[in-house]
């Protein structure tokens, strides 16, 4: 499978294994509360964001677009942009019960909006191959939620101290720090708005 593999492919996987490393040291900090594991996930989102603008503008120079080129680009993203933040948001604090259900919903509108993609960018590129907008917000901006979640801890404010505090509302609690989850979920499955794309 190795040699289907073109240059652009494993800039995406550095993509991925970018995302993955977040996980996993969003893992590290739940387990033993070093605030150094947090912040090192945090940096691996603008990482897995320059492996993806480079596997795009390597694909293009080289001319070397393909079926399997733009799957893995969607699983990569998937990873790095939409279950790495929401597992930093968890690590982070936001573990009621309203905010899993914001989460999972993020994630969800991660997927979805991928998928929508995929399945519309034939018809929305021009004779040059190159979509010429996004439909909705591309799930790469998860990183400025990424970063809010940085500032928080490197502001100490983490777990009980997370930004914003809490309200309990009903027989769960919700951080309103995860609004900001649902906010950029719901403008990723957005058809109204329309970003060019350059």
Known sequence: MIREFHLADFFTLGNAACGTAAIFLAMLYVANQ????????????????????????????????????????SLAD????GVAPAALGFAAGLRGGWDAIVLTYFVCCGVSRLAR?????ESLSGDSGKVKYF???PIPTSVVLVGVLAFAAWRGRL??????????LGPWELHPLALLFALSGTLMISKTLRIPKF
Request: no cysteine; aromatic share 12%.
């Open 34 to 73: 070093a605030v150094e594991y947090f912040l090192v996930a945090a940096a691996m989102a603008p990482a897995a964001f320059v492996f993806d603008v480079l596997d795009g503008r390597i694909a293009r120079s080289r001319q070397e677009h393909s079926a399997l080129g733009r799957e893995l680009d």
């Open 78 to 81: 998937v990873i790095s942009f």
């Open 117 to 121: 993609y995929n399945v519309t960018a």
């Open 135 to 137: 439909e909705g917000t």
């Open 159 to 168: 777990e009980e101290n997370l930004l914003w505090g809490a309200w309990n």
